[in-house]
């Protein structure tokens, strides 16, 4: 579903936000369309276990929970930090995985840094058996193909697309989905230049770029600024984002059509990737920083 943002702004810009965050209630946004083509393959191999990986407050993790639940897998979430095991009833994340069946191992994170070893895929299967792999943020070739899927026919008013990034996969399927004409931007949430790399594994066209301004410190980092935003935002179109990805992301757009980024008449689409499971725990966070929480429909 687009839905139109009723905000005036310079250069008669228009701005229209996908809501993927409303394709599903637990398995929203580009979650949804990462897994559909893993967990079909996964039932052609015939596995009845996935895999998968994902820090303490993983919209992955929420996300393959309630999907293996939904679709009759079992789940096993390898989790980054191994100080959390204790601590399941604190992390409204962890703690919906776990009421939907995902079963935990807790890891340092030096170990976590190992996920992709061969060694370290190898003592999985030692311990839980034979299972499907799915990688951190679901991003394989599977992934991307149910990305592109995101883009339809009534996109190609657009001149611009626009998506928070993370793992890669999500854009990955918009820059192969997208017209000649629409120029597709990525909003990194994490700091570093290496995305760059790990978006050519899967992009077929050179119709993008990475704004890497706006990650606001790093990954999971916040600041009273962007907290004012999402809630301003959400006040004034009904719209709630979450502060790790779609926040940024919006955040970053506007900023660039106050500072005279885009051309005059440009119709920009903004893809809202979901992840506002996080914001409860989130907010936890702000409280005892004494931070004002973020408004959602929550």
Same mark, same amino acid.
């Given at each position: 579903m687009n839905q139109e943002i009723h905000i005036s702004f310079p250069n008669h810009i228009s701005l229209t936000i996908k809501r993927d965050d409303l394709n599903h209630?637990?398995?929203?946004?580009?979650?949804?369309?990462?897994?559909?083509?893993?967990?079909?393959?996964?039932?052609?191999?015939?596995? +009845? +276990?996935?895999?998968?990986?994902?820090?303490?407050?993983?919209?992955?993790?929420?996300?393959?929970?309630y999907a293996g639940k939904e679709q009759g897998f079992k789940t096993i979430g390898v989790i980054r930090g191994d100080e959390l095991f204790d601590k399941i009833?604190?992390?409204?994340?962890?703690?919906?995985?776990?009421?939907?069946?995902?079963?935990?191992?807790?890891?340092?994170r030096e170990?976590?840094?190992?996920?992709?070893?061969?060694?370290?895929?190898?003592?999985?299967?030692?311990?839980?058996?034979?299972?499907y792999l799915v990688p951190e943020g679901?991003?394989?070739?599977?992934?991307?193909?149910?990305?592109?899927?995101?883009?339809?026919?009534?996109d190609s008013v657009f001149n611009y697309v626009c998506c928070a990034v993370g793992t890669g996969g999500t854009i990955s399927g918009l820059i192969?989905?997208?017209?000649?004409?629409?120029?597709?931007?990525?909003?990194?949430?994490?700091?570093?230049?290496?995305?760059?790399?790990e978006i050519r594994i899967f992009a077929k066209q050179d119709n993008w770029n990475l704004i890497s301004d706006y990650h606001f410190g790093g990954?999971?980092?916040?600041?009273?600024?962007?907290?004012?935003?999402?809630? +301003?935002?959400?006040?004034?179109?009904?719209?709630?984002l979450d502060p790790i990805y779609t926040g940024k992301m919006v955040f970053g757009v506007i900023d660039l059509i106050h500072k005279n980024y885009f051309s005059e008449d440009s119709k920009i689409l903004l893809l809202h990737t979901g992840g506002l499971q996080g914001i409860e725990?989130?907010?936890?966070?702000?409280k005892q920083k004494k931070l004002p929480i973020l408004k959602s429909n929550g």
């Amino acid at each position: 579903m687009n839905q139109e943002i009723h905000i005036s702004f310079p250069n008669h810009i228009s701005l229209t936000i996908k809501r993927d965050d409303l394709n599903h209630p637990f398995i929203s946004g580009n979650k949804l369309r990462k897994l559909k083509y893993n967990l079909l393959q996964a039932k052609a191999e015939n596995k +009845t +276990t996935l895999v998968t990986f994902g820090g303490a407050f993983s919209n992955h993790i929420a996300a393959v929970a309630y999907a293996g639940k939904e679709q009759g897998f079992k789940t096993i979430g390898v989790i980054r930090g191994d100080e959390l095991f204790d601590k399941i009833e604190e992390n409204p994340t962890l703690k919906f995985a776990q009421e939907n069946g995902m079963q935990f191992e807790f890891v340092t994170r030096e170990e976590y840094r190992n996920k992709s070893e061969i060694s370290f895929i190898e003592k999985l299967k030692e311990k839980f058996g034979d299972f499907y792999l799915v990688p951190e943020g679901g991003t394989n070739e599977l992934a991307v193909k149910g990305c592109e899927e995101i883009l339809t026919e009534e996109d190609s008013v657009f001149n611009y697309v626009c998506c928070a990034v993370g793992t890669g996969g999500t854009i990955s399927g918009l820059i192969n989905s997208a017209l000649p004409n629409q120029k597709v931007l990525g909003f990194p949430a994490l700091k570093g230049d290496f995305l760059t790399n790990e978006i050519r594994i899967f992009a077929k066209q050179d119709n993008w770029n990475l704004i890497s301004d706006y990650h606001f410190g790093g990954y999971g980092k916040i600041n009273l600024e962007l907290i004012e935003f999402i809630n +301003t935002f959400f006040e004034e179109t009904k719209v709630p984002l979450d502060p790790i990805y779609t926040g940024k992301m919006v955040f970053g757009v506007i900023d660039l059509i106050h500072k005279n980024y885009f051309s005059e008449d440009s119709k920009i689409l903004l893809l809202h990737t979901g992840g506002l499971q996080g914001i409860e725990g989130m907010n936890i966070k702000l409280k005892q920083k004494k931070l004002p929480i973020l408004k959602s429909n929550g």
